[in-house]
């Protein structure tokens, strides 16, 4: 009776090896089982790399010589890509003041006011400069096909996008630090800064390669993309589904 059960249990030992051998360590192909395709001038063992017709065409980036040849962007571009970024940024701007709310336990809009202002102008300088570092392009400027390089076609460095970042607030500060000195209420407390931001935007006609002032004062420049191609929208297509 001993003897049976030492049988059973080594077929049931033999059971449970090919069970693991089968779904957990499957053993792997043979080397001749592997279908290579040889170029004629390759070394042996070497695989065929893909056609060239076959690789998905992605769309080339801009260096240096192809940033000289593109044309400054079209101020409704701009402004329509500033109109996008606004909306965007309000969620960004929502949950900043929440955290700073929750964390600083503020429990009224005048409590901790300045230092609000301070965290919020510091997210914005973080949310801008890291887009324009790492591409030039924020997702509103993407839309628009539009980006920001230096003067000289390259990739902008931290320097410079703090630097454009600061600049960029004359679009509003001069308008509201005019109506805060003059005491103003109503409507124009509206009005001033928009007369700021009109005269600041069309300011671009005074350079002659369109650029706002503060572009001008940073040393960047904000140029029109190209269309994207058809091969290049399924290029995107493709990888954005993988």
Request: glycine residues 4%; aromatic residues 12%.
């Amino acid at each position: 009776m001993e003897k049976a059960f030492e049988i059973k249990r080594f077929a049931l030992g033999i059971a449970i090896q090919k069970l693991l051998k089968k779904y957990l360590f499957p053993p792997c192909p043979p080397p001749h089982s592997v279908q290579r395709t040889m170029l004629p001038f390759a070394r042996p063992g070497t695989l065929n790399p893909t056609p060239a017709k076959h690789r998905p065409t992605l769309p080339a980036p801009v260096n240096d010589l192809q940033s000289e040849s593109l044309q400054p962007a079209p101020l409704k571009s701009r402004l329509l890509a500033m109109v996008y970024e606004a909306m965007l940024l309000f969620g960004v701007l929502f949950i900043s003041t929440w955290l700073f709310s929750t964390l600083l336990q503020q429990r009224h809009a005048l409590y901790l006011r300045d230092n609000l202002q301070y965290w919020l102008f510091l997210v914005l300088g973080m949310y801008f400069c890291w887009f324009w570092r790492h591409g030039g392009q924020t997702l509103a400027m993407k839309t628009w096909r539009i980006r920001l390089l230096t003067r000289e076609g390259g990739i902008l460095s931290w320097k410079r996008a703090v630097a454009r970042y600061v600049l960029a607030w004359l679009w509003f500060v001069p308008g509201l630090a005019t109506a805060r000195y003059l005491h103003v209420q109503g409507w124009m407390l509206l009005l001033l800064p928009a007369l700021n931001m009109a005269l600041w935007a069309l300011a671009v006609f005074l350079d002659r390669d369109r650029q706002f002032p503060h572009d001008r004062f940073a040393g960047t420049r904000i140029v029109q993309l190209p269309p994207i191609a058809p091969t290049e929208k399924a290029a995107e297509k493709t990888s954005s589904s993988r």
